[in-house]
């Protein structure tokens, strides 16, 4: 069965991807007209839906504040924004946001601009210090103009505990220790002509901490996608866009798009499992603009498959997924695109019930072989692998044979590979792991988390023994690259997706995002940098995969997970456009500092000038808490630059601060060689783990 939007024929037949066109463009049933800004654009066409009616003024945020826990109605407790709700009468003046307060411990607390802050998730974390983001407060405010007495209906959710105040009137107040559901509270704002004042009080003990109202009706999935597809095209929301074009598929309502897995059909079509064990077959996925894709069943029942992949076996293309008790083969015989044979290949890992024993995978080797990751279980605050063979990475041969390769995993939410067949992983910062990173997934290898060694022959659990601990190949600073690392994608387009050909590719599924990576062997050791790449997705990312014409697809899903992003789950398709990126390529270790290459041609003044850069080092604490803050930082100090060729310089730096140490840089004011534009980023983190040279 297809599943299509009603609308489809209307857009086809109306919208263009052409903005020069002579022909008029439709988002449903409202023209779409470009207008000075994108607000006003957006504006002016929910008007015409009837989606209209109020303004939303820009939002600000102040935190943190004391919160002492749910349990003890702390909620309650007024801190100092709450002393001018006097001000925030229908028609008043509102709140001074030019002043700062004391905050928690005394820090001092101010006023920081969101801009649109409605429909969409707020991530109320600032700074990196774990000391300001729990059991902590913040407080949201903004304004809504109504030309007239208006009755609006909104939806609105937190993470954790919420009080909403309308004008000065307290109209949600929920002390609750919860995730973010943005449609956990209803109401009705009844709003007086001229200017509302909103303020919405959020608390956090730990992890997520979020806040979301929703002002109108949801589109139906195709009017969203060409709304977006045209301000997009008009108004690009980040310099990113001016080199890749983000294309968001519509996914229609009955299609629950949670996804697990992405993998693609030999003649190209994507295919998308998701969490609810569904195996949706995309045709029209590559469709520019992106308004005729239909979603029909591939396959269904399946338990929380997460990770899909394609392989010919006999001449017959099979597709392979992971569910939590086993490798599942899946095969259409009858070539009618539903697959027919539900196969099991191996469920040769042990399931014991637990709600944190994902299973990943599986990722197909140069020899054939099938690659699953096991998550451990989670209670207590602990990784548990009560079951075998939970927190290790295991090998399958097409015949389900396993090989126990190497263990000490704790949520390894994506396997990559390089050309020459070595297989890595993404790990989730948590337990053991003090942020999230890539590591090598060698043979016999540990990685630091304890449960896995339940199934090991070679220590002693009683005596504590423990093996020697398997260095990252590259951290992901938290927040800064990154909070849940999810998947990896190498790119082998052969330059179709542009300047980053063998370099890894790595979403973010907290923070919506996608990072690339580059490495290096070094002493035999695999290590690297990694930088940021695009951002502004509309959900968190859980799969990347390139597809045969060389574009990237993203499958996202925040539930459970939360994430930023307009979106709850979804689909997008990124493709490059031609225009070179200005970036820092590579970043590589030698003996006394770190040589750059960029993807273009540098102007030799700004490049081989010290003062250009910025750079900090710090390592990790190893332990049983949940993730670390970054520790020993330092300044490092760039004693001289030399331009080793259009595109590269050498930095020194004098010694390196090595094991597992992290060099972090900033490259501000490098220039371009034949304009004065900057890096589109200018950062880049590097693990060192072995100095070039050195014993």
């Not at 449903?28 to 003024?57: H, K």
């Not at 820092?584 to 750059?596: K, N, Q, V």
Request: aromatic share 10%.
């Amino acid at each position: 069965m297809n599943v299509t939007n009603p609308m489809l024929v209307l857009a086809l037949a109306c919208a263009t991807a052409d903005s020069t066109a002579q022909s008029e463009e439709y988002v449903g049933s409202a023209r779409y007209v470009r207008l000075e800004t994108r607000e006003a654009t957006r504006d002016a066409v929910l008007e015409a839906l009837g989606q209209g009616g109020v303004t939303w003024g820009r939002g600000a945020m102040i935190t943190p504040f004391p919160y002492a826990g749910h349990d003890t109605g702390d909620l309650a407790t007024p801190h100092a924004p709450e002393r001018e709700l006097a001000l925030m009468t229908a028609g008043g003046p509102g709140p001074d946001l030019t002043l700062s307060h004391f905050g928690k411990n005394g820090a001092e607390a101010t006023w920081r601009e969101l801009g649109e802050f409605v429909d969409i998730p707020i991530d109320l974390h600032v700074g990196d210090d774990p000391e300001w983001q729990d059991e902590a407060t913040a407080y949201v405010y903004g304004t809504v103009t109504a030309a007239q007495d208006t009755a609006l209906p909104v939806t609105m959710g937190s993470d954790d505990g919420l009080r909403f105040w309308l004008n000065g009137e307290l109209l949600v107040d929920a002390d609750v220790d919860r995730g973010l559901d943005p449609e956990a509270h209803a109401l009705t704002l009844e709003l007086k002509a001229g200017v509302n004042h909103m303020l919405a009080k959020i608390t956090e003990g730990q992890g997520g901490w979020q806040f979301q109202i929703n002002s109108r009706d949801p589109l139906d999935p195709l009017t969203d996608t060409q709304l977006h597809y045209f301000l997009d095209r008009d108004f690009p929301p980040n310099e990113e866009r001016r080199h890749y074009h983000v294309f968001s598929l519509p996914v229609p309502d009955d299609v629950v798009l949670e996804v697990g897995g992405l993998a693609f059909l030999p003649d190209g079509r994507p295919l998308a499992a998701t969490r609810r064990g569904d195996v949706w077959l995309v045709d029209g996925a590559y469709a520019e603009p992106p308004f005729a894709a239909t979603f029909a069943h591939f396959a269904r029942g399946l338990h929380e498959p997460l990770g899909l992949a394609v392989m010919s076996r006999d001449g017959q293309p099979s597709v392979y997924t992971v569910q939590r008790s086993e490798l599942t083969r899946l095969t259409d015989v009858d070539g009618d695109d539903v697959a027919d044979w539900y196969d099991t290949v191996t469920d040769g890992w042990g399931l014991s019930g637990n709600y944190h024993e994902f299973a990943f995978g599986p990722k197909i080797d140069k020899d054939g072989n099938f690659w699953v990751t096991l998550n451990v279980g989670f209670c207590g605050g602990l990784g548990k692998s009560t079951v075998i063979w939970r927190g290790w990475a295991l090998k399958i041969t097409p015949d389900g044979e396993i090989t126990p390769v190497c263990d000490g995993l704790r949520s390894p939410n994506g396997i990559g590979d390089l050309p020459n067949g070595e297989m890595f992983y993404v790990d989730n910062q948590g337990d053991y792991v003090a942020t999230s990173r890539l590591s090598h997934l060698a043979p016999n290898s540990w990685h630091g988390h304890p449960a896995s060694l339940h199934w090991r022959d070679d220590v002693d659990l009683e005596a504590d023994e423990r093996p020697a601990r398997m260095p990252a190949s590259v951290w992901f600073p938290y927040r800064k690259m990154g909070q849940s690392t999810a998947d990896i994608a190498r790119d082998d387009t052969g330059g179709r997706f542009g300047p980053f050909e063998g370099q890894l590719f790595v979403g973010d599924q907290t923070l919506a995002t996608v990072m690339r990576v580059s490495l290096e062997q070094v002493n035999g050791h695999y290590q690297g940098a990694c930088y940021p790449f695009l951002e502004d997705l509309d959900c968190g990312v859980n799969r990347v995969a390139f597809a045969p014409d060389g574009s990237m697809f993203v499958g996202q899903t925040d539930r459970g997970w939360a994430s930023v992003g307009r979106k709850r789950y979804g689909m997008q398709r990124i493709a490059y456009n031609g225009t070179l990126p200005f970036e820092i390529h590579t970043m590589a270790a030698r003996s006394d500092g770190f040589e750059l290459t960029f993807t273009d041609d540098v102007d030799p003044a700004s490049a081989s000038d010290p003062s250009s850069y910025r750079m900090t080092s710090y390592t990790y604490e190893y332990h049983a808490d949940y993730g670390a803050p970054e520790d020993a930082t330092e300044d490092v100090e760039i004693e001289s630059v030399e331009l080793t060729s259009p595109r590269s310089v050498r930095l020194r730096v004098g010694d390196l601060r090595a094991p597992n140490f992290v060099y972090e840089l900033h490259a501000e004011g490098v220039r371009h060689a034949t304009s004065d534009r900057g890096l589109l980023h200018p950062e880049a983190y590097y693990t060192l783990i072995e100095v070039p040279g050195s014993p």
